[in-house]
Nanobody, 123 residues
Framework: QVQLVESGGGLVQAGGSLRLSCAAS????????MAWYRQAPGKQREFVAGIISGGKTNYADSVKGRSTISRDNAKNTAYLQMNSLKPEDTAVYYC?????????????????WGQGTQVTVSS
């Protein structure tokens, strides 16, 4: 039905930048909100940044000023531009979407997670 696919992770030196992408596909009627979370080894998954359909954004304090979340509504894709990366940003980054999809003649609202993309920042 609906799938989220992340890309753009990798290995980068401290101070570098990465741009993550999350593409939603399937029988999507509308995407209400998209967000990025991350999970470092031995830690709980935590919120990084989010954007709602109207374009309003919010960020975790740990990335505020260094990261920008954006959306391309025509492509059902969200992006996370991360700058001035630090070793403590190392984690698996997951995309999350709250969306409405079609199933037959009906619409349903649910949330989905991507499979995650690894970001590793070396010191």
């Amino acid at each position: 039905q609906v799938q989220l696919v992340e890309s753009g992770g990798g290995l980068v030196q401290a101070g570098g930048s990465l741009r993550l992408s999350c593409a939603a596909s399937g029988s999507i009627f509308s995407i209400n909100a998209m967000a990025w979370y991350r999970q470092a080894p031995g830690k709980q998954r935590e919120f990084v940044a989010g954007i709602i359909s109207g374009g309003k954004t919010n960020y975790a304090d740990s990335v505020k000023g260094r990261s920008t979340i954006s959306r391309d509504n025509a492509k059902n894709t969200a992006y996370l531009q991360m700058n001035s990366l630090k070793p403590e940003d190392t984690a698996v980054y997951y995309c999350h979407a709250d969306l409405t999809y079609y199933s037959g003649s009906y619409r349903y609202t649910s949330d989905y997670w991507g499979q995650g993309t690894q970001v590793t920042v070396s010191s």
